[in-house]
């Protein structure tokens, strides 16, 4: 079976930051996915705006909230990026901060 972890402090942040409710729901479908299972959330592969094996959990309302993950790599599901969606569409500026993460997350996994 598989931990998930946080790419650094602020991602952890973040993740705290969302409403308990959210924070729950996304936390079960983070332990489902280290089981080898699937989410209870929806979800959507993002590689081509973060990284190759991005997956963004989703729950919509208003306001709708994200929490972006990576579970490909050693036995490890990383959380990149957790946020509140206030935009239709791509939330440019979170997948920025999404990349940017899974450029951390890569250069430590070399090392």
């Known amino acids: 079976m598989k931990k ?11 993740f705290k930051a969302l ?6 729901r996304f ?3 983070l332990n489902e996915i ?9 979800f959507k592969h993002i ?11 989703i729950e919509n309302g208003r306001p709708a909230y994200r929490t972006i993950y990576v579970a490909k ?17 791509m939330d440019r500026k979170a997948m920025a901060t ?3 993460r899974y ?3 890569a250069a430590e996994l070399k090392n």
């Open 4 to 14: 998930f972890s946080f790419v650094n402090k602020q991602s952890l942040k973040e």
């Open 19 to 24: 409403p308990r409710k959210i924070q729950q």
């Open 27 to 29: 936390a079960a479908d």
């Open 34 to 42: 280290c089981k080898g299972k699937e989410p209870y959330s929806p």
């Open 47 to 57: 590689a081509s705006s973060v990284g190759i094996g991005a997956i963004e959990l």
């Open 73 to 89: 790599f050693k036995q490890t599901v990383f959380v990149l990026h957790s946020f509140t969606k206030t935009t239709n569409g």
């Open 98 to 100: 999404a990349k940017q």
């Open 103 to 105: 450029k951390l997350m």
